[in-house]
């Protein structure tokens, strides 16, 4: 009898779904990304200023999108995660926002990763940012 309500406990937790959006988010693969960033390099000197965001292509998704939100460092896919991958998911900086090329035009901030406007399921893809030294970060999944 013990064995047959563990069963039915076991069933009953593992048969219930959560009803999040987490399930709509899977445009994106786990693609590795390994991306040393150095500051005094000509290309990312710009992200030693606040609100500043450089791209990088070849890495992840669709590139990824580095900005300094002030406090450090974020990155992100720069692949729209609410779109299959295709020539207009890749989004570009405008600003301080990422912005779609899509016919709807998506655009997310790159300090928070989340929609502006229009709420949509998902949020940006974000990557590990950790600094090692020497004004360089290493961007890591």
């Known amino acids: 009898m013990k064995h047959y309500i563990l069963g039915l406990s076991f069933l009953l937790l593992t048969a219930c779904s959560k009803n999040d959006t987490i399930n ?79 016919a709807d035009a998506n655009e997310y901030s790159l300090f928070t990763g989340q929609s502006l406007g229009t709420q949509l399921p998902c949020g940006l893809k974000e990557y590990r940012v950790e600094a090692i030294g020497n004004n360089s970060y290493l961007v890591t999944n």
């Open 24 to 102: 709509n988010c899977n445009f994106l693969l786990n693609v590795g990304v390994n991306l040393t960033v150095n500051l005094n390099l000509p290309q990312f000197s710009q992200l030693q200023f606040t609100s500043n965001s450089v791209y990088v292509g070849n890495q992840g998704n669709g590139g990824v999108i580095i900005t300094n939100v002030g406090s450090g460092l974020r990155a992100w896919d720069a692949s729209d995660p609410n779109h299959q991958p295709n020539s207009c998911s890749i989004m570009t900086i405008n600003g301080a926002n990422a912005e779609c090329g899509c």
